[in-house]
């Protein structure tokens, strides 16, 4: 363990230690700008597809695989674990976050996952060629990406209802 530990290049360690704080991050309520509250879903969304086309390309089997786990994670998650105390102010364009511990666990989890296949593939491990693996691990992938997406759709719902309430009230004179 030691010698793979050693061998890890050092820009390894700092993404890990960045998403570590960007993770411990997502523990605390929050406002955040509109913008900036989809850039999480999105950047880890393409941190899972990228563990996918590093792994294994970007062919067909894997992708599919990558979007089926997306997919049913997303819609499991945001049909039947909506976050509800999220809060978007049309005003200001922010929204209210909520902290949870979930998005560090998620965002180890694809670390941790991408990085097991690196020392795997670099020992050489003759289980990372084969299909069923690669159809295993891009699954993995998708359904870790798509928690976020989850998020992401539960941000958008929560904006729309918060612009649909709003109401202008008529001018005077008006009919």
Not at 31 to 58: E, T
Not at 104 to 124: D, G, H, N, P, R
């Amino acid at each position: 363990m030691l010698q793979i530990v050693s061998n890890t290049p050092t820009w390894v360690f700092a993404l890990f230690l960045g998403l570590l704080v960007f993770g411990f991050m997502q523990s605390r309520n929050r406002n955040v700008k509109k913008i900036l509250a989809y850039l999480l879903p999105i950047g880890m969304i393409v941190l899972s597809l990228s563990g996918v086309q590093s792994s294994f390309g970007l062919k067909p089997l894997p992708v599919a695989f990558w979007a089926a786990g997306l997919g049913a994670t997303a819609l499991i998650g945001y049909r039947y674990f909506p976050e509800t105390r999220i809060s978007f102010d049309s005003a200001k364009g922010s929204f209210f976050i909520p902290g949870s511990w979930a998005p560090l666990v998620v965002i180890m989890a694809i670390f941790f996952t991408k990085y097991a296949f690196a020392v795997m593939a670099s020992l050489k491990v003759g289980l990372v060629t084969t299909p069923g693996f690669a159809m295993v691990l891009s699954l993995a992938y998708g359904a870790f990406s798509g928690y976020f997406a989850a998020r992401a759709l539960n941000l958008a719902a929560h904006a729309k209802r918060s612009n649909n309430s709003f109401k202008p009230k008529p001018l005077r004179g008006s009919a």
